[in-house]
Each structure stands twice: as structure tokens, then as C-alpha cells.
């Protein structure tokens, strides 16, 4: 997923870079790297498996979220627990929204792009409705307060059953957009048949990139330096003239509406809502995400986010083939059980040897070559 | 010019490049689609399709070894294993070996569909999937597209419906209408007297209060409802608030530790009333514990199948090839619910085989023609209709340390007559 990443960086490139510098950008190593990966990814969903294409949607969706949390946490110093409830906003928002009204569930039958916004606009509002107190609260404190967001939102999901459809969750409806409909009806592309993964797979990638510029845009402008400063020193943040409770309930509203519409990618991915997943745990994977990739920049947020959300799966997948591992019964480590010690191994390896992130490797490299990063 | 000519050059190539490799995707893809059907006929004339390749069916296994269902999953695959590995060793089903392969999702739903999709294609069906949540997540996919037989290690009447998921055994509905008709039967419970019910928050507690509603509503019973979380423990307020109420009986409907916590509280406080609890209430290692002889003395469990200690050939077969298999590990209803569902299935492949078609199709009919199949554990299962259980009877069951698996029978498997008129409703 790095090259998510680098396919980002390519239209800012080009944009900042002054017209005689054309030439350079041709010679620089880069360039042609962001291509290659950029075509990569297009190209992607013609060869891989539905589980691989899944998996990536999954890390798209986690990196959205993630991105909105790097801005909240990375950049503005402020610790939020509470993003799975505002993921959980979105991805039920958009079933509430496009869902059709049934016999037990209601839904208002939007269209489904236009539930998407919504859903993501509501996010927003919880995420506004809260911020009194995040304007207000700094660091661990508001921590503790975002905590009790999780809780009310798996009291909410498990018994207002009308809207959430309790414990067993309420079908997503498919996304549907300029006439292409992003179910399980096959289309066939160059002899390939697309089924809702593949179709998704580009929904995804424009969502990833457009949110990865945009959370770019507000950290390198005045809005980001206004950030960094309330997280190094609050005070000397406000004699400056910055807002600080205005901007800590900005971002936080921001932030909550990434999340909003990681919850909605999410949805369409599992074709199915259920609450057991928006519990605690999945915001401690959130952080798990920036704190791993790296804090404070949409890069970091993006390859932590891969790692977190792909490392389980693939350890799962190839469970049978890790080191050390018995067939269950037979006593010693069982494949499910190795692949979270593993997993655990590399989250703790990450952090103790690589403080600043996995960013912070690509950094290292660019301090070796300077002349291609100049 | 000379500025903008390299931007060009750039952009040419960049689209000669994704010519080329669309190209090329229509050439070399795998994914590409070469027209032939996937169907190909054996030699011995038998008609294949996914999940068969060479001598081989592929069956997969999702389950929770590490998350919360953990000693349920270990049984139940273990038990699945035992069971493949003596087909394969009698020479298989039609000549195929069968083969198994395991996925833990840890209760985790993205693991769980992340694992239905990894396997979805290769295998021709699942003899295990904990989990409801998670089949209800997939459920779209194995009703639209992936058509293979899917039985699920869950008892939930939401999951009856569809003709590739089915649910073997009685749902919990059913069985809490069962239990509670022992309850009255035996126990002294009467007409007009108050009923406790502390269940889980979540289908397998609701669908089992759905059961206890409408047996109440039968035999003008009123429930005292007491909604826990999984993560409750400790059971004292449930306790005080039931005996405040005055009930007579208690339905519980969790997990071991709750129905532990709950008949000894019980015992401590002096309520003295009757307990019994759905099949996933109960767990061997309690009989160890300090709440050990209250839950002898004063505790029921209803299961949809005789224990693993019952007195059938079958039944002592099975115990003595697990216990040698896996000495280390305790005999409970798992390593039964995860045998049967693997001999269902297996039945349902030989079926498949003298009617000639092993494709996923031919399964799922072969299925529908299992109208009375019992495998040694005492009820019989009626699959020819997918939008019922197979049965609808239970049994019931007393914990005892001395029997094997620490559960004896003391009623056989039977249905209560308002059982025989309720009909499920799948929502």
C-alpha cells in the first residue's frame, strides 16, 4: 500500500513543480516509480483473487480512517478511543439511508451515493455534537471522554433493532453510481469478469487518494501549522492568535467524518453490518495503525493502516505454512494462535526499533540519496 | 515547447503502457474467462464441479479457536478431523479423499469474511462456521453466487430459510420450549407462576426468550426477563431481582460461567428453584469448580442430541477414537455437534455419489432427500425442508461428575406438544 502513497504524492508534484523543472521530473527515479505503482494498482484487480482484492479494499477503508485519526492524534496532539463509534456512524448511516424500508428494519430507500454523503455528513454532526467536549479536553483526558462514545454506540447498535438490526446486523445495500451499480452482477472488462470487489476496488482507490490530498492540503497549509502548534504547546498556540478550542472541535468534526466514510467503504465491503465489529477493539487497532505507520502525516496513517489490516489476514491465510506451527490437537501452537503472536511480535518490533513509524524508513532512505529527494 | 515536449513523452508512454497491459490482462489473466463450463465428468461418470480437483473434495472449516468460542471450536474441529481421517482411511467417499482446511477467525468479522472469501472458491462446501453474525454477513453471497452447502455451528432460527445454510439439530427456540416443558412436567412448575429468563444480549438469547414467550404464552406462564452481557460473570443482581419477583423456574440462556454463577448464587441465597439452561450453557470443567455440587443438585441442560457419555454403540466409538487421538482434551457437546455435522455432510456427499453429480448442486439435493438420519446420538434429522431445523426435539440432560463428559440423561430425546405447533420465524 505504499504506493498509495506515492500515487498520491504524483498530481502535487505537478503541481508545485515550476514548468522548466519538467525535464527533472523526468529524470528523477520517482517519477517513474509513482507511474509503475500508480499502473499497478489499476491493473490490479484484473489479476488477483477476490480474497486479495478484499483485503486491499479493507486496508483502503482502514487507511481513510486512519488518515482522519493522524489528523486528530498525529497532528493535533488530541487522543481519541472513540473512532470505531463514528465509524460505526457512517457505515450504519448509509444502510439507514439507502437501506429500503422492510417489515422490522426501517430505511428511507436514498439513492446510494447520495446516502453516502449523508452518512458521512452525520458522522460529522456526532462528531460536532461532541464537540464541546473536545474543544475543551486535551490529550489523555479526552481519551477517557471518547471512551464512553464506544460504549453508548454498542448499547445503541445491539437494541435499537428497528434501525441496526441487532445483533445479526442489517444487509448493506449495494453502491450505485452514475448507472454502474457496484454489486455482484458481472461485468465482464477485457474478458475479466468484474464482480463488486473489483468494482469497489477503483471506488476505493479514488476515495484513498482524494481523502489522502485533501488531509495533505489542510496539514501543509495554515490549518496544519495552526495543529502541530496546539499539539507542541497549547499556550503558545493561543498567543499566536490561534483558536485553540475552535480548531480541536474542527478537527475533531473532520476527523469524525474520515471515519464516517471509512464506515461506509467498510459497509460495502462486508455487504453486511454487525455490531460486534465496532467495539473497542477496532479503535485501538485505529491507533495501533497511526502510532505503527507513523504520526502526524497521511503517509503514515496510509502504510500503517495496510500493515494493521493486513498482517492478520495474511498470517491467517498462510497460517499452515508459519514456522513452529502443530495441527490443532496435538498440543503446541495452533496456526490461528501463532499468527497473533507474530502479529504481536512485529506491532512490539515496530515500535521499539522504529519509534517514529514505518515512515520513518522511507526517511532514512531519502537522508542516504539526497540527490533524489532534493 | 522544448519544456512541455518530455510531459508528453511522458504521457505517451504512460498510455502506450496501460494499452499494453490491457492487453495483456485480456491475454494471460487467470481470472480471464475461457468460456468452458467449470463441470467436467469423472471417469466413473460422476459429474464434478468446484471444490474437486484430481482424487480430492475440499471441505472448509471456519472456526473460533482463539476468540471467545474457543473451546467450542477446538472440539468441533477435532471432532471433524477425527471424522475425515477415518472416511479417508476406509478409502473415502466415491473414491475421493476428503480434505480439510481450517481457518481460525477468532470471532473477528472481518477475519470471517475474509476467511469465506479465501475459501468460498476452492471448497465444496463448509462442515463448519461459527458464528451467526458472520453467516448472516455472508449469507447474500452463499444464496446468489456460491450455492455450497454451508452447516453452521449455531442454533439460531435466523439462520433457517435458506436451502445452503442449514441448521442441524432444534433451534434455540425450540429447545428453551422444551426445556421449559420439563421444567413443568417434572420440576412443579405450574400455570400462573412466574418464569425467570436470564439471556444474552444478542440472537442466540433472543431467539431463545422468543421460544420462552411463546411456550409462557401456551401454558400462561409470565416471563421475568433478565438481559446480561456476555461479559457479565457474576450473576448476584440477576439472582436478587428474580427472587424479589417470586419465580418459581429459571431458563438461562448464556454461557457456562453465567449459568455457574447463577445456580450458585442461587444456592446461596436460598432460591431454591429449578435451573436449566440451553446446550451452550454447559461446560465439563464446571463440575470442578466450587459451584460443582449445586449445579449436580440443581441444574438441567437441554441439548438437541444424547451427550457424548450416551449408552449407544456409536457414542463409546466415538469417545474411544477421540480420547485416543487427543488424550490431552476434554469430551464435551462440542466434539458431538462438530461429528454430526461432519457425517451429515458426508452423507449428504454419498447421496450425491449414487445419484451421480458431486457438484455443489448435487449436494445441496442430495441433502433435501436426508429425511431421517440419525448417527448414533438419538434423534433423528429431517433435512427435506430448509425452512425448518431438523428436529425438533431435545434432550435433557443433568450435569454428573462420574459420567463421561459430566452430563447424564434424564429425559429422552422428546418434543413438547407446543413444539410440534410452533413455527420458527426466520426475520
Known amino acids: 500500500m505504499s504506493d498509495a502513497v506515492a500515487t498520491q504524492a504524483e498530481p502535487a508534484e505537478s503541481r508545485t513543480a515550476p514548468a522548466g523543472s519538467a525535464k527533472t521530473l523526468l529524470t528523477r527515479r520517482r517519477t517513474y516509480v509513482i507511474t509503475a505503482c500508480a499502473l499497478l494498482l489499476l491493473a490490479l484487480p484484473f489479476y488477483l483473487d477476490r480474497f486479495w482484492l478484499q483485503a486491499g479494499l479493507f486496508a483502503m477503508a482502514a487507511a481513510i480512517g486512519a488518515i482522519g485519526l493522524n489528523l486528530l492524534t498525529g497532528a493535533t496532539g488530541q487522543l481519541s478511543m472513540g473512532h470505531a463509534f463514528f465509524l460505526a456512524v457512517g457505515a450504519y448511516g448509509y444502510c439507514v439511508f439507502a437501506g429500503e424500508r422492510g417489515q422490522e428494519i426501517n430505511g428511507l430507500g436514498l439513492p446510494p451515493w447520495l446516502a453516502a454523503v449523508l452518512a458521512v455528513l452525520v458522522a460529522g454532526v456526532a462528531g460536532g455534537l461532541f464537540s464541546p467536549i473536545a474543544g475543551r479536553l486535551k490529550g489523555a483526558y479526552l481519551g477517557i471522554a471518547t471512551l464512553a462514545l464506544i460504549f453508548i454506540g454498542q448499547h445503541v447498535l445491539f437494541n435499537a433493532e428497528n434501525l441496526t438490526g441487532g445483533a445479526n446486523g442489517r444487509d448493506v445495500p449495494a453502491m450505485s453510481l452514475f448507472g454502474l451499480t457496484f454489486d455482484e452482477s458481472e461485468i465482464t472488462v477485457a474478458n475479466v469478469p468484474f464482480g463488486s470487489a473489483e468494482k469497489l476496488w477503483y471506488l476505493g482507490l479514488v476515495l484513498t487518494l482524494g481523502c489522502g490530498l485533501f488531509a495533505r492540503g489542510v496539514l501543509r497549509g495554515r490549518p496544519g501549522r495552526a495543529m502541530n502548534a496546539i499539539r507542541d504547546h497549547r499556550i503558545a498556540a493561543g498567543v499566536l492568535g490561534v483558536p485553540v478550542a475552535r480548531y480541536r472541535g474542527a478537527v475533531f468534526v473532520l476527523s469524525s467524518m474520515y471515519a464516517g466514510l471509512a464506515g461506509v467503504l467498510l459497509a460495502l465491503v462486508f455487504q453486511r453490518t454487525v455490531p460486534d465489529y465496532f467495539g473497542i477493539t477496532l479503535s485501538l487497532e485505529y491507533l495501533a495503525m497511526i502510532v505503527i505507520g507513523g504520526l502526524g502525516s497521511v503517509a503514515g496513517a496510509v502504510v500503517g493502516a495496510a500493515f494493521v489490516s493486513l498482517l492478520p489476514q495474511l498470517l491467517t491465510r498462510y497460517s499452515d505454512a508459519l514456522p513452529l506451527v502443530s495441527a490443532p490437537g496435538t498440543g503446541g501452537v495452533a496456526p490461528g494462535e501463532a499468527s497473533r503472536y507474530l502479529y504481536g511480535a512485529a506491532v512490539v518490533a515496530v515500535v521499539l526499533f522504529l519509534p517514529g513509524g514505518l515512515v520513518q524508513l522511507a526517511a532514512r532512505r531519502a537522508r542516504k540519496h539526497p540527490q533524489e529527494d532534493a | ?427
Request: net charge positive; with cysteine.
Open chain 2, 1 to 427: 515547447m522544448t519544456a512541455r515536449n518530455p510531459r508528453n513523452r511522458t504521457r505517451t508512454l504512460t498510455a502506450t503502457a496501460v494499452a499494453a497491459l490491457l492487453a495483456l490482462t485480456a491475454a494471460c489473466s487467470s481470472k480471464a474467462k475461457d468460456g468452458g463450463d467449470d463441470d467436467k465428468q469423472s471417469a466413473g461418470g460422476v459429474k464434478t464441479g468446484q471444490g474437486i480437483s484430481g482424487k480430492t473434495i475440499d471441505l472448509g472449516v471456519l472456526t473460533d479457536m482463539t476468540g471467545v468460542y474457543a473451546t467450542l471450536g477446538k472440539s468441533v474441529t477435532q471432532a471433524q478431523q477425527l471424522y475425515v481421517k477415518q472416511v479417508n482411511a476406509d478409502g473415502g467417499i466415491c473414491g475421493y479423499q476428503l480434505k480439510l482446511t481450517v481457518r481460525d477467525h477468532g470471532y473477528d468479522p472481518q477475519k470471517a469474511v475474509a476467511g469465506y472469501t479465501e475459501l468460498a472458491p476452492k471448497v465444496l462446501g463448509f462442515t463448519q462456521f461459527i458464528g451467526s453474525p458472520f453467516v448472516a454477513a455472508v449469507k447474500q453471497r452463499i444464496d446468489g453466487q456460491d450455492k455450497g452447502l454451508v452447516l453452521p455451528q449455531a442454533w439460531s432460527a435466523h439462520l433457517l430459510g435458506s436451502p445452503y445454510v442449514r441448521v442441524i439439530g432444534s433451534t434455540y427456540d425450540i429447545e428453551t420450549i422444551n426445556a421449559i416443558d420439563f421444567l413443568m412436567k417434572e420440576k412443579g412448575l405450574q400455570k400462573g407462576d412466574k418464569l425467570g429468563h436470564v439471556y444474552f444480549e444478542g440472537d442466540y438469547g433472543e431467539n431463545a426468550l422468543q421460544g420462552s414467550k411463546y411456550m409462557a404464552d401456551k401454558a400462561g406462564l409470565t416471563v421475568v426477563e433478565q438481559k446480561i452481557k456476555p461479559t457479565d460473570n457474576d450473576m448476584t443482581a440477576q439472582v436478587a431481582a428474580l427472587k424479589k419477583a417470586g419465580v418459581k423456574g429459571i431458563v438461562i440462556s448464556a454461557g457456562p460461567r453465567q449459568a455457574a454463577s447463577l445456580v450458585g448464587v442461587a444456592a446461596a441465597a436460598k432460591l431454591n428453584v429449578p435451573v436449566i439452561g440451553n446446550n451452550s450453557a454447559f461446560a465439563p470443567q464446571l463440575l470442578a469448580t466450587q459451584a460443582g455440587p449445586a449445579l449436580e443438585k440443581n441444574y438441567w441442560v437441554a441439548s438437541p442430541s444424547l451427550p457424548i457419555g450416551a449408552d449407544t454403540a456409536e457414542a463409546k466409538k466415538l469417545v474411544a477414537d477421540y480420547r485416543k487421538a487427543y488424550p490431552k482434551d476434554s469430551l464435551d457437546n462440542g466434539v458431538v455437534a462438530g461429528w454430526t455435522a461432519a457425517s451429515v455432510f458426508g452423507e449428504a456427499l454419498k447421496k450425491a455419489c449414487e445419484s451421480k453429480d458431486l457438484t455443489r448442486e448435487g449436494v445441496d439435493k442430495a441433502l433435501l432427500t436426508l429425511s431421517s438420519f440419525d448417527n448414533g446420538f438419538g434423534v433423528d434429522q429431517d433435512f427435506s425442508d430448509p425452512k425448518a431445523p431438523s428436529s425438533h426435539q431435545s434432550v435433557i440432560l443433568q450435569p454428573d461428575k462420574s459420567a463421561v463428559g459430566g452430563m447424564k440423561v434424564v429425559r429422552q430425546p422428546g418434543e413438547a406438544e407446543q413444539a410440534a405447533s410452533y413455527t420458527p420465524s426466520a426475520s
